[in-house]
């Protein structure tokens, strides 16, 4: 018994064999098509929901027009001389057909000739190319990336007309065959960190990419989950996942997800916004150091808090204002522990709420969690404050990985510093300082770079947004490809 199709002989017991492999008896969406071209028997295989029918239905009248002394009697006579559509490939391998015609190609088979042709004649369906919800900008492109992966391959491509841009593909999941694109530049990568990415991806054994991205970033870098800053920068925007390829960085396209995955990242690439770079120098580093001082602060701000009610003595004249003057009826601590969570309950419910339903729920919130309750009795005003202050610092940063990995951080030294007093508010600077040191980025370098390991020029170029010549751009990529 033949192990594949491309072992059987007959043209009947041939399709018998791929209408068995493919259950087309029992399945709905894959349609199957026998016609006569020339004079030889034809059977189209093709998924119903991925094709394209106007394009179909001109292929098909063009070979339905063929006549018997016009049919040659090869197989690479007929795709020269009787196909009319450019992008063909020939199949020689049952694998190879089980996975084009799932992706979508149109499949045809025909009598006598041993190979299959495939023709793309797919349309995915996918949502118009937009502006993203999370990544917007304030002047600049509004398109962005969509959940079929080629047309974002295509908006990166429009942007980078150059032959040095590189895609490859590969199939991850031996069920959902998920396709991933590697993209980069071939003169400015870092090739330590492609050889890498490259033998981890290959080495991958999955059943599917069930999350996408996120799928992909844990089989990536299994180690340290308890750290929870980012490993990698996301981005929705073609622009910014082109600016990132030309300065010598690699980005993992995932079909199915809007998102680019950025990778050799360190912290104060995952800091940056595209906002910086779609204003004058000064006002994108202004931008800049708003952004991180606001990120500073949304980490110390609750706990030095805390440490200050606790020893008021440190408290200068000045600054007498701050303490708390009303009865507190909750500990601060557990009031600061409470709105974290009923914040991060707000966000949920912001996000599960129809849109006609946003602004009052909004209105609902900000009264209840307003004056109200300050009047309870549950919350003082001076701990709603500074929680405001923090749930609004949240969302100036552009990764949301990395607005939960300070949420974490803060809520570590809120608890430290609340039953260890100062002793513990050092504790949480130490364990910070240890989630930063131990994270890793792809290409085995520091997360802090170019911090640690010192790189004078580029640590000046992450906090100052200068205007820089050809030659400067030049050189930059060369020293970042080089970390």
Sequence with gaps: MANTIFEIKGYKQRQQGID??????????????????GNRNATFYMVDGFLKGETMEKVM????????????????????????????????????????????LTCLMIDGYSEILAIDLRDYPSRNVQE??????????????????MPNIALIRRRIRDVDLIFEMQNIGSSSRTDVSIVYMKNRVNQKALKKLKERMNGIRVDSLTMNQE????????????????????????????????EGSIVVLVDNSPAAMVIPTSLFDIIEDPNDYYFPPVTGTYLRFTRMITAVLALFITPTYILLLQNPQWVPEWLDFILI?????????????????????LRMAAVNTPNMLNTPLSVVAGIVFGDYTVQSGWFNAEIMLYMAFVAIATYTQNNMELGY?????????????????????GAGCILTLFAFFTNRTMAGQGYLYPLIPFNGQQLFKRFFRISLTRNEKISSQGARGSR
């Design 61 to 104: 009248e063009f070979l339905l027009g063929i006549t018997p002394e016009d049919t040659p009697d090869t197989f690479d006579g007929f795709v020269k001389k009787c196909m009319p559509y450019g992008d063909i490939i020939t199949i020689t391998k049952e694998k190879d057909f089980v996975q084009y015609l799932l992706s979508g």
């Design 215 to 246: 799928s992909l970033a844990e089989v990536l870098m299994p180690r340290n989950w308890w750290n929870p800053y980012p490993k990698f920068k996301y981005t929705e925007r073609a622009d910014t996942a082109a600016a990132c390829i030309l």
């Design 132 to 149: 993203p919800d999370k990544d917007k900008v304030l002047r600049g492109s509004r398109d962005g990336f969509v959940e079929s992966i």
């Design 20 to 37: 068995s492999l493919l259950n087309i008896q029992d399945t709905f969406d894959i349609l199957k098509r026998e016609v006569v071209i």
């Design 325 to 345: 003057r009303d009865e507190m009826n909750v500990p601060p601590l557990l009031q600061l522990l409470i709105l974290e969570l009923a914040i991060d309950g």
């Design 405 to 425: 990995a300070i949420k974490f951080q803060r809520i570590i030294m809120l608890v430290l510093t609340g039953i260890f007093g100062v002793w513990g508010f």
